[in-house]
């Protein structure tokens, strides 16, 4: 019995899937306004931890003053995770009550 040739080619074709790349969910980080954490904590958090300007920190913390919330910003599950809970340990290190929370986008 004959064998069937097959090139190169036709193998490459028949072997190629069509490859979805499906992309992570991402989290907002939001900061809660409170009574007692002052505002310049606020600001040294968000330039530290997020890596924001002066300007930009400023901003954000006069959202959460104004509004109640700020978002921090945008990053995959576990990076979300990881500044929420550095936020609340630097918060909790120097006795202030700051409520830091993520939430799928």
Do not use: W
Request: one cysteine or more; charged letters at 30%.
């Amino acid at each position: 019995m004959g064998r069937k040739h097959v090139s190169v080619s036709e193998t490459e074709e028949s072997v190629k899937t069509k490859q979805t790349v499906v992309e992570p969910p991402l989290y907002r980080v939001l900061i809660h306004n409170d009574d007692y954490t002052a505002m310049d904590f606020v600001v040294d958090v968000l330039m530290m931890v997020f890596k924001k300007s002066d300007a930009e920190a400023n901003h954000i913390m006069l959202n959460v003053h104004r509004k109640g919330v700020g978002i921090c910003g945008v990053y995959t599950h576990e990076v979300a995770e990881t500044k929420v809970e550095t936020v609340r340990s630097l918060a909790a290190e120097n006795g202030y009550p700051l409520k830091c929370t993520m939430e799928k986008e």
